[in-house]
């Protein structure tokens, strides 16, 4: 059975543990730790991060032949504050995400919050955006939401 494994901030991986993935990767294989048996592997990879990969390993913080292993198929996505016409669909995606998860019925994003929302940087990207959103549902009473941004923010 093949899998696919996610890779998350695969730029921050420390470099004693690259050639692990590595090794792992080639010879799709690996054994528990503290266990005696090798374990087969069929994974299809997926690697995220939000560094530039060419450059940690022009910097030697990043090995060149896990770098070359991941980069078969590259898609650059640019930070959400150089795409603020997506976050409308967004905040409504993760509003009915949270509507479900906290048992709410809110049904609008005013205007004025969408306005709020793409005045925004973003430094956090989506997941930011997702957390506001998530704690706007939270705190909201009523069908609208009511955006509530952390007090570090504001």
């Known amino acids: 059975?093949?899998?696919?494994?996610?890779?998350d901030e695969v730029g921050d991986?420390?470099?004693?543990?690259?050639p692990k993935l590595l090794r792992a990767l080639e010879e799709k294989s690996f054994e528990r730790l503290g266990g005696n048996r090798t374990i087969a592997i069929d994974v299809r990879l997926i690697a995220a991060t939000n560094q530039n990969?060419?450059?940690?390993?022009?910097?030697?913080?990043f090995r060149n032949d896990l770098y070359y292993r991941l980069s078969v198929?590259?898609?650059?996505?640019?930070?959400?504050r150089e795409r603020r016409e997506d976050i409308p669909a967004l905040a409504d995606h993760f509003m009915r995400i949270f509507n479900r998860q906290e048992g709410k019925q809110i049904r609008t994003i005013p205007a004025n919050a969408i306005r709020r929302l793409a005045s925004w940087d973003w430094p956090g990207n989506v997941r930011e955006l997702e957390n506001v959103?998530?704690?706007?549902?939270?705190?909201?009473?009523?069908?609208?939401?009511?955006?509530?941004?952390?007090?570090?923010?504001?």
């Open 53 to 61: 990969l060419a450059e940690e390993v022009r910097s030697r913080r």
């Open 13 to 18: 991986l420390p470099l004693e543990l690259q």
């Open 73 to 80: 198929f590259t898609v650059l996505i640019p930070a959400l």
């Open 1 to 7: 059975m093949k899998a696919t494994l996610f890779l």
């Open 133 to 154: 959103i998530h704690r706007s549902v939270v705190l909201t009473e009523g069908p609208e939401l009511q955006l509530s941004f952390p007090a570090t923010i504001e």
